[in-house]
C-alpha cells in the first residue's frame, strides 16, 4: 500500500507532502488544476521516462519519494534484492536535474530505473485515461486476455520460443542456400587449409629460423670478429686481462702507501675478472659456430616458403595462424551435410516446443475467452450497455507467430439486437471508454499489486453510469488501495477519502497544491463539481444526498 509521496520541484508542484490511507481515494480539482501530475510523478518514482522539462522552472532538480508498505511479491522482490528494510517499509526515490540526468534509490541505496520498474510492478497498477485507445490493437486485445487469463508468463515463453525456433529456421535455409551455391568455395578453402597446415607455421619457431638464417649467413664473419676480440681480451702479453693485471698489482703496491688508491684497485681487479669471463664466453661460442653450407640453404628454403605463403595469402608471415583460422570458420560455417542435418534436428526440436508451450496458452486463452466475455458483458450491463455483450473470438492461424496458434480479436454487441463485430467497427467514443473501464476494473480485482491508480478513466461517461463507475471502484476499495483522478462528483462521492488539488500564483510562477478534504469541505467540493464555481443551497444538498448515499452503499454488499 502507497503510504506517503513526496514531491519537490516537479512541474508546477514546489513541495508536497501527502499521506495516504487504504481504501478508495478521489483526487479533484477544476481542470488544470495538475491532478495528473501527481500520477505522472508517481509514474516517474517508479521507473517511467525521465525528462528535464519535469523540473520546475528556476531549480536545479526534481526529487519525488513515495513511500509503500511492502507485502507478497514486492516484499520477495526486496529480499532477493537485498533492499530490504526489516519493518517492511519500502522507500522508493528519484531524482532529474535540469540536464535530465537521472538517478535511483529503494529503501536509500542507489538502484537502477529497471529495478524501479521491476519493483513497482509489484507495488502499482497505473491505467490512464488514453488506455482505450489501445483496446483497438489486436496486439492490446491479446495481451489483455493473457492477462485475464494469467497467462502473461506463458505467452512471454512462447514469443522466446518462437523467435528461437525461427532463428533456427532461418539459418537452416541459409544452409540450404549456401551448399547448393558454395561446392566450389568449400574445396578451394580445403586445398588451401591443406596448404596452410602442410607449411606448419609456429610464430615461436619462425622467430628462431630468423635468428638461426642470420648467423648461418654471417657465420664467416662472426668467427673472424669473436676469434679478434677473445684475442683481445685473454690470449696474448699485450691482452686486457694481461694489462688489468699488472695495473692491479702496481695499484695494490701503491695502496700500501696511500689506502686512497684501493678503490680504484678493485675496479680494476673486477675489470679483470670480467674481461677473462668474457673471453671465455667468447671461446665457448667458437667451439659451436660453425659454417655449414647445407644447413643455410635448408633454412633459406624454409624462410622462402613462409613468404612465399604469406604473400600468397596477403599477410605478413605474422598473419599465417590467422589465416589459418579464417578459413577453418569459414568452412565450418559453410559447413556439409552433417552439420545442415543437426540444424534440421534443432529446428525440429524448437518447433516442438514452441508448439508444445503454445498449446498450453490456446488452452488457457480458450477457458478465459469465456470467462472474460461474461464477466464484462455483466459489467456492461451496469454501465448503460443494456442488452449488450462481448464476446472474444479466436481463430486458429494458418502459421504459428510469435503471440501463439491463434489471433485473438473483441467483438461487440453495444446494445440488444446488434449483433456481435468487431470492437474497432462499432464501438463509439462513449462506449469504447465504457468497455475499457469495465474491462479495466475486472482485470484490477484479480490484481496481485495492493494499489490501483486510475486516471480520468472515466472521460466520457456521465449521469446514472458514473454512478455505477463510483461504486466499482469503491467495491474495489474493499480490497485494494485505490486511487482516481476524476471530474466526476457521482465517482468521488462513492471515495473513502478526497484529496482536492489546486494551484495558485507563486514567487516563481504557478504552484499547484494538494489538501485533504474534511466531511464539510468535501460537501463543497461535490457542490462545484455539480453545479460549476457558483454553489447553491440546492447543489449543496445535492451533494450531502449523494455522499450519504454512497455510504451507505459501501456498507451494502457488493455491487
Known sequence: MLRALAIRDYVIVDRLDLELGAGFTALTGETGAGKSILVDALALALGGRA?????????????????????????????????????????????????????????????????????GERLLDIHGQHEHQLLLKRDAQRALLDVYAKGTALAREVSGLHAQWRKLANQRTARENAQASSARERELLAHEIRDLEALGFEPAQWAEEQAEHGRL?????????????????????????????????????????????????????????????AAQQLRRYLQKLEVDPGRLA??????????????????????????????????????????????KAQEAAAQAQFRTSAAKLSKLRRDGAKKLGGEVTKTMQRLGMEGGRLSVA?????????????????????????????????????ELSRLALAIQVLLSGQAAVPTLVFDEVDSGIGGGVAEIVGKLLQSLGMHHQVLCVTHLAQVASHARAQLRVSKHPGARGTVAAVEPLDPEER?????????????????????????????????????
Open 394 to 430: 479466436i481463430e486458429a492461424l494458418e502459421e504459428p507467430t510469435s503471440g501463439g496458434l491463434e489471433s485473438i480479436e473483441l467483438q461487440v454487441s453495444a446494445h440488444a439486437g446488434q449483433p456481435l463485430a468487431p470492437l474497432a467497427k462499432v464501438a463509439s467514443g462513449g
Open 51 to 119: 525528462d528535464a522539462g519535469v523540473v520546475r522552472t528556476g531549480c536545479e532538480r526534481s526529487d519525488i519519494s513515495a513511500e509503500f508498505e511492502a507485502t507478497g511479491p514486492a516484499l520477495e522482490w526486496l529480499r532477493a534484492a537485498e533492499l530490504e528494510e526489516g519493518d517492511g517499509a519500502c522507500v522508493v526515490r528519484r531524482t532529474i536535474d535540469v540536464s535530465g540526468r537521472s538517478r535511483a534509490f529503494v529503501n536509500g541505496r542507489p538502484a537502477t530505473v529497471a529495478q524501479l520498474r521491476e519493483l
Open 298 to 343: 635448408e633454412v633459406d628454403r624454409r624462410l622462402a616458403a613462409v613468404h612465399d605463403c604469406a604473400r600468397r595469402f596477403r599477410v605478413d608471415p605474422s598473419g599465417i595462424p590467422g589465416a589459418l583460422a579464417e578459413r577453418r570458420a569459414r568452412l565450418a560455417e559453410l559447413g556439409g551435410e552433417e552439420s545442415l542435418e543437426q540444424l
Open 217 to 277: 649467413a654471417h657465420a664467416q664473419e662472426l668467427i673472424e670478429t669473436v676469434t679478434t676480440c677473445a684475442e683481445a681480451l685473454d690470449e696474448s702479453e699485450e691482452s686486457a686481462t694481461s694489462r688489468l693485471g699488472r695495473a692491479s698489482t702496481l695499484l695494490a703496491e701503491a695502496a700500501a702507501f696511500d689506502a686512497g688508491l684501493e678503490e680504484a684497485r678493485r675496479d680494476v681487479e673486477a675489470a679483470n675478472v670480467h674481461a677473462a669471463e
Open 523 to 559: 460537501v463543497t467540493e461535490i457542490a462545484r463539481m455539480l453545479g460549476g464555481l457558483k454553489i447553491t443551497e440546492a447543489t449543496r444538498r445535492h451533494a450531502v444526498e449523494m455522499l450519504q448515499n454512497a455510504r451507505a452503499a459501501g456498507t451494502s454488499s457488493r455491487v
